[in-house]
Each structure stands twice: as structure tokens, then as C-alpha cells.
Nanobody, 120 residues
Framework: VQLQASGGGLVQAGESLRLSCVASGSIFSIESMGWYRQAPGKQRERVAIINSSNRTYYLESAKDRFTVSRDNAKNMVYLQMTSLKPEDTAVYSC???????????????WGQGTQVTVSS
């Protein structure tokens, strides 16, 4: 299983970005998908998660600014980020909890990360 993220970049404060991530490989089911981020010198934090019932979780500082969504037919997850702030600067990695067959358990998978830099 591979997760490929895209959409990062350099923006000014107040602007928007949309991150995309596609999961490929041996996939039977995807239970949850989402995004984590890690800024230099800081611990990784969970930004947004969406499960198979489309229930969502957001980091408190991301609520009302970020929206996570998924396209099950394409095995994709998106993160629409608006009103970006310099403190949102980090490497954003996509995450998926995947079952590789009807008989296997669910395992966690991570993408390689995409850099988001917000200038003030």
C-alpha cells in the first residue's frame, strides 16, 4: 500500500491550499483517512480525520478553517485549508487505516508528506 500526497506549497497568511492524497496497492477497505502534521522541533499532531461513516475529527486550531473530505471510489482524501496562518507551517502527511483483505486486520499507513509554508 502506498499513499501519495500532493498540493503543498508556499502561501501568504490568509490564503488557501488544498491537499490531496491517494491510496494505492492492495486495498480491501479503508476505515479512516486523514492528515497529520509536524513542524520543526515539534511533535506530530493529528490535524483532521474522516472515518468510513464520514465522521470527522479536527485539531482545535483547525476547526472552522480546515475541511477534510474523502472520495471512496478513488481512495482519496483531501484537506481544504483556508485562512492559513504562519503557525500552520509544517510537513503534512496523509494517513489511512487500511484492510488489505477480507481476512486481514486494519493497519496504519503513512504518506511521505508535503510541505506547507505560510508566510506572514
Amino acid at each position: 500500500v502506498q499513499l501519495q500526497a500532493s498540493g503543498g506549497g508556499l502561501v501568504q497568511a490568509g490564503e488557501s491550499l488544498r491537499l490531496s492524497c491517494v491510496a494505492s496497492g492492495s486495498i480491501f477497505s479503508i476505515e479512516s483517512m486523514g492528515w497529520y502534521r509536524q513542524a520543526p522541533g515539534k511533535q506530530r499532531e493529528r490535524v483532521a480525520i474522516i472515518n468510513s461513516s464520514n465522521r470527522t475529527y479536527y485539531l482545535e486550531s483547525a476547526k472552522d478553517r480546515f475541511t477534510v473530505s474523502r472520495d471512496n471510489a478513488k481512495n482519496m482524501v483531501y484537506l481544504q485549508m483556508t485562512s492559513l496562518k504562519p503557525e500552520d507551517t509544517a510537513v503534512y502527511s496523509c494517513y489511512a487505516a487500511i484492510g488489505r483483505s477480507r481476512y486481514s486486520g486494519i493497519s496504519s499507513h503513512w504518506g511521505q508528506g508535503t510541505q506547507v509554508t505560510v508566510s506572514s
